[in-house]
Nanobody, 123 residues
């Protein structure tokens, strides 16, 4: 059974940092990307960042580039999202997902989803 377990969310002041974790299990990761998406109240789910499990290549949304960093620990089957210089507009439920689609920023490229973890940034 494929499982993704996201954790690490919480309430933080603007300008501070949080690190999200996503533990993945149940499938062979070699051809997969692990992505982070977020959904703010009343808005559509949007791409945040993604990492190729095998190659380690990364992509970021323009809104988080330079502030967020995605990484992986193969031994722990875990992907991290280090979020620095947080802004109130980063407030959302953050989801990790796994997929093999070519369009790595497209939500439809991801087949498996975790349950989400809430990040709230106060001003």
């Amino acid at each position: 059974e494929v499982q993704l377990q996201a954790s690490g969310g919480g309430l933080v002041q603007a300008g501070r940092s949080l690190r999200l974790s996503c533990v993945v299990s149940g499938f062979t990761f070699d051809d997969y990307s692990i992505g982070w998406f977020r959904q703010a109240p009343g808005k559509e789910r949007e791409f945040v960042a993604r990492i190729s499990w095998s190659a380690g290549s990364t992509d970021y949304a323009d809104s988080v580039k330079g502030r967020f960093a995605i990484s992986r620990d193969n031994a722990k089957n875990t992907v991290y999202l280090q979020m620095n210089s947080l802004k109130p507009e980063d407030t959302a439920v953050y989801y990790c997902a796994a997929g093999s689609g070519i369009l790595v920023r497209n939500i439809r490229s991801y087949d498996y989803w975790g349950q989400g973890t809430l990040v709230t940034v106060s001003s």
